[in-house]
């Protein structure tokens, strides 16, 4: 049991259809705490600094061109588990595989346009969370 911060950034597609407010209230209604939001268009240096991990993949520039296609909401958020809890809400990568009830399962059809994103453990919460929000972590 561990409190915990997690970054959640709902992605260009999401921003496009709509759904803002939908993975919002998911979260806020799971009981999960908002603690920053922001809505800015991704430049490719930083998608490329928030997709490192990605950067041998043969998807990797369809990916940094989709993330930087429009504006994106990036959110801090805090709670018991918060990194697993929000990708448990958010579903499994693929959204045609993601079960009902998930955010890419009942709003997603395929793998590059999953709507939202979320940190994989506190150690990438850490790192994405300086990059989008460096001057709130510093206290500004
Ligand atoms: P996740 O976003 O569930 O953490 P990931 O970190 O493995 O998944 O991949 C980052 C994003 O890259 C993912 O949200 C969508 C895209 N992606 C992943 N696998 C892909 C694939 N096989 N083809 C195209 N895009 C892919
Ligand atoms: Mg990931």
Redesign the pocket.
């Known amino acids: 049991m561990a409190v915990e911060d997690t970054f959640v950034m709902v ?1 260009p597609d999401g921003v496009r259809r709509g759904l803002v407010g939908e993975v919002v209230g998911r979260m806020e209604r799971k009981g999960l705490t908002l603690e920053h939001i922001r809505q800015l268009t991704i430049s490719e240096e930083t998608a490329g600094r928030h ?1 490192a ?2 950067t041998d ?3 990797f520039g ?2 940094i061109e ?1 993330i930087t296609s429009g504006p994106v909401v990036a959110m801090w958020w805090s709670g018991e588990s918060a990194v697993s809890v929000a ?1 448990t809400l ?1 579903g ?3 959204p045609a595989e993601a079960p009902p009830g998930t955010i ?1 399962g009942d709003y997603g059809l395929i ?2 346009e ?1 709507i ?5 453990s506190p150690e990438s919460a850490q790192r994405e969370l300086d990059i989008f929000f460096h001057q709130q972590r510093r206290g500004d």
């Not at 939202?116 to 994989?120: F, I, K, P």
């Open positions: 992605k997709y991990e990605h993949k043969p998807f369809d990916l989709f990708r958010m499994p990568t693929n890419r793998v590059t999953n939202v994103h979320g940190s994989d």
